[in-house]
């Protein structure tokens, strides 16, 4: 199982990019997708889920309606469009893989993670 | 919805149990998985609640819970084990979320 993460850099307050994260070794369009983020020296914090299809999706409160998650899986890649971004984006953004067993969701596979960085 | 709560750090000596805890209510009736980071790397899952053990994560690697608290144990740590643990559930309200405490640093004396 493989997630390589491309994307991210240096972006300006209120500007745009856009993660991708292309996988190898599982049955893509089989699981759900999410993406963590971690601050520099701080925890991990749930940014976004979508669902097997691309139809379902669920983001947390402080990117909700800045952040777009969308999956191609005839390409087997995800994406994080990141907009109007702020200070407090800046992070290092993992890629990772859901697992659903038993009524719970973990996270069994991670990419390497891209650095995000909003700065003027 | 769901808050975790885990002690920011916690000291071991070699050979000795380290009891990571993560506190929330309730939290004993849903499944609650814990993760493994060591400096530079991204996460690794080390006990995935209700599944079989990840592979090649040892059996010293363990975890319980009771109403409130979620614990990880480690037996007979060793000094690889020194790293940042993170709890995690999933919250299947009217918006489903990831949910992760705040992280515990285990430093091995």
């Known amino acids: 199982v493989q997630l390589v993460q491309s994307g991210g850099g240096l972006i300006q307050p209120g500007g745009s990019v856009r993660l991708d994260c292309s996988v190898s070794?599982?049955?893509?369009?089989?699981?759900?997708m999410s993406w963590v983020r971690q601050a520099p020296g701080k925890g991990l914090v749930w940014v976004s889920s979508?669902?097997?299809?691309?139809?379902?999706?669920f983001h947390a409160d402080p990117v909700r309606g800045r952040f777009m998650t969308s999956r191609d899986n005839s390409k087997d890649t995800v994406y994080l469009q990141m907009n109007d971004l702020r200070v407090e984006d800046t992070a290092l953004y993992y890629c990772?893989?859901?697992?659903?067993?038993?009524?719970?969701?973990?996270?069994?596979?991670w990419g390497q993670g891209t650095p995000v960085t909003v700065s003027s | 919805s769901y808050v975790l709560t885990q002690p920011p750090s916690l000291s071991v000596a070699p050979g000795q149990t380290a009891r990571v805890t993560c506190e929330g209510k309730?939290?004993?009736?849903?499944?609650v998985h814990w993760y493994q980071q060591k400096p530079g790397q991204a996460p690794l899952l080390v006990v995935s609640?209700?599944?079989d053990r990840p592979s090649g994560i040892p059996e010293r690697l363990s975890a319980s819970k009771s109403v409130n608290t979620a614990t990880l144990t480690i037996n007979r740590v060793e000094a690889g084990d020194e790293a940042d643990y993170y709890c995690?559930?999933?919250?299947?309200?009217?918006?489903?979320?990831?949910?992760f405490g705040g992280g515990t640093k285990l430093t091995v004396l």
């Open positions: 990772v893989k859901e697992q659903y067993v038993g009524g719970t969701t973990y996270f069994d596979a």
């Open positions: 070794g599982f049955t893509f369009h089989k699981f759900a």
């Open positions: 979508i669902g097997v299809s691309g139809g379902t999706t």
């Open positions: 309730d939290i004993g009736y849903t499944k």
């Open positions: 609640d209700g599944s």
């Open positions: 995690q559930l999933w919250d299947f309200g009217s918006e489903q979320r990831g949910v």
